[in-house]
Nanobody, 123 residues
Framework: QVQLVESGGGSVQAGGSLRLSCAAS????????MAWFRQAPGKEREGVAT???????SYVDSVKGRFTISRDNAENTLYLQMNSLKPEDTATYYC?????????????????WGQGTQVTVSS
């Protein structure tokens, strides 16, 4: 089974940048959908970005133009480059994966999850 481990979270001021990484223990085929979700305390977990194959990406409206999702299939690693961070980006960020050959925005769709990494953006 696939195991996912996120890293790269931290605390930054508004306008700053962070790069999150998600390392997979198993081989990640390009046809697998990889995604980033985030969850703030007391709120529902929401999809942030998805990627399948090398360049088919999708983003939630609130991060378009600021975040970039990418993947390195050879190294089994998923990335999320976050620029121009805002306080409302503060959340625990989770890496997710599914093997069914398409992406989706619902939490229940994904079969594999990481433990999460905390991102805090101060005003």
């Amino acid at each position: 089974q696939v195991q996912l481990v996120e890293s790269g979270g931290g605390s930054v001021q508004a306008g700053g940048s962070l790069r999150l990484s998600c390392a997979a223990s198993g081989y990640i085929y390009s046809s697998y959908c990889m995604a980033w979700f985030r969850q703030a305390p007391g709120k529902e977990r929401e999809g942030v970005a998805t990627i399948i194959f090398d360049s088919r990406t999708s983003y939630v409206d609130s991060v378009k133009g600021r975040f970039t999702i990418s993947r390195d299939n050879a190294e089994n690693t998923l990335y999320l480059q976050m620029n121009s961070l805002k306080p409302e980006d503060t959340a625990t960020y989770y890496c997710a994966a599914d093997v069914r050959g398409r992406c989706a925005w619902t939490t229940s769709y994904y079969g594999y999850w990481g433990q999460g990494t905390q991102v805090t953006v101060s005003s």
